[in-house]
Every structure is written in C-alpha cells, then in structure tokens.
C-alpha cells in the first residue's frame, strides 16, 4: 500500500530532551515536507526537501532541523523541544512540484506535547 | 497580507444543496492550486487539483480557478452529512516543493 509512514503517533516529553520524528515514504517521491498544525493557525510549512540532501525552510522553521540522507526518509529534529513546539506533526511526500496533479500526500501525524 | 485566505466559517448548508467554498492568493506567479479535505481527528486528504483558468469537474466536486483575480473555488453539489470537515486550500508558490495552506473552512451539511 501507497503510505506516507510516521512514528510516533504521540509523544510526550520534557523541554529540553533532543527528540526525532520519522517519516518513511514507499511511493519513490521526490518531495517530502514536514507540517504543524495548531487551532487557529492553520497548516504552517516547517521544512521542505526536493530531493536527497536537498532541503529548504518553510514558513516557521526555527527550532527544528531535518535531514534528508536517503530518497525515502525524512526524518524531523527537534535539538531542545520547547513547550510552544506542542502541536500535531505532519510528514507529507509528493512526486511533483506542482507542475502536475497530484500534491502533497500526508502520513497520519504526530501529536507531539512538550512539558 | 497572508498567501492564501480563505473564510474560516463555519459554512452550513442543508443537505442536497451546493456548498461553495472560497480562496485567494497573493502570489500571481502561482501555477498549482488544490484543495484538501480534513476530518476531525485526521490527516488531509487531496480531493481535487487544478492549475489552468476555468472548471474542473470529478464526481459532485467542481474546483474552479480565475488567475486574473486570484481565487479559486470548490463547488461541492449535492451535499451531504458525510462532507462535514474541514476543507483546506493550497497553493504551491515556488517549484521546489513549498506548498502553502488556507487556514480552512469548517463545513457543515445538516440533514
């Protein structure tokens, strides 16, 4: 089955404890991106990658990092989460840029709290 | 201004009528527009796409597009309960994956 795989589903943890947030797509995507999503805020863009080793900054990147070493994964660093970090996490991958039809496909998040 | 508005709602319409949805953008190079649809509790889902001027019709969903004027639209007729969700609009503004999100209309259908 075509899946945008994330883990974990939830999370709990303490400020200040390094964390990392896998995303796995099978589907050969180009595009990977990493999403929050808060009440009242919307859908915000953290970081997106166009393809390995190349990534870039979304609207609301501070605090967190990403790497993007293989094609499939993409994983989401958070180097000292802060509690204004508790949101749910969206991995998304895509085989185009926006030149075709199809758009982001999204994993089924992370909701990550920060104490 | 943000890069794509869309009124939060709610929106209620009665079942088997036409809901319209609404979006504008603020960047004219912006080639690719799609709306996604989120139920509660859930991830988005893509339910239609569209990057030329005009209608684009699949099933009870018509997503329409005007460039001149920046705003593109869902038409979902025939509604029913099963609609109720959030529907968000996205608009890529670059081509190398920077894909941006309306803060989404809550969509009601009451039978």
Redesign the interface.
């Known amino acids: 089955e075509a899946q945008v795989t994330q883990n974990p589903r939830y999370l709990i943890t303490v400020t200040g404890k390094k964390l990392t947030v896998t995303c796995s797509q099978n589907m050969n995507h180009e595009y990977m991106s990493w999403y929050r999503q808060d009440p009242g805020l919307g859908l915000r863009q953290i970081y997106y990658s166009m393809n390995v080793e190349v990534t870039d900054k979304g609207d609301v990147p501070e605090g967190y990092k990403v790497s993007r070493k293989e094609k499939r994964n993409f994983p989401l660093i958070l180097e000292s989460p802060s509690p204004n970090q508790t949101s749910l996490y969206f991995c998304a991958s895509s085989s185009d840029s926006g030149q075709g039809n199809y758009g982001y496909t999204f994993g089924s998040g992370t909701r990550l709290t920060v104490v | 201004q943000k890069e794509v508005e869309q009124n939060s709602g709610p929106l209620s319409v009665p079942e088997g009528a036409i809901a319209s949805l609404n979006c504008t953008y603020s960047d004219r190079v912006s ?2 527009f ?1 709306w ?1 649809r989120q139920y509660s509790g ?5 339910i239609m ?1 569209i ?1 030329s001027n005009g209608d684009k019709e699949d099933g009870r969903f018509t997503a329409q597009l005007n460039k001149a004027s920046q705003y593109v639209s869902l038409l979902i007729r025939d509604s029913q309960p099963s609609d109720s969700a959030t529907y ?1 609009c ?1 608009v ?1 503004v ?11 209309t809550i969509l009601t259908v009451h039978p």
């Open positions: 080639q690719s799609f996604y859930k991830s988005p889902e893509l796409s990057y968000l996205a890529y670059d081509s190398y994956g920077k894909l941006t999100f309306g803060q989404g």
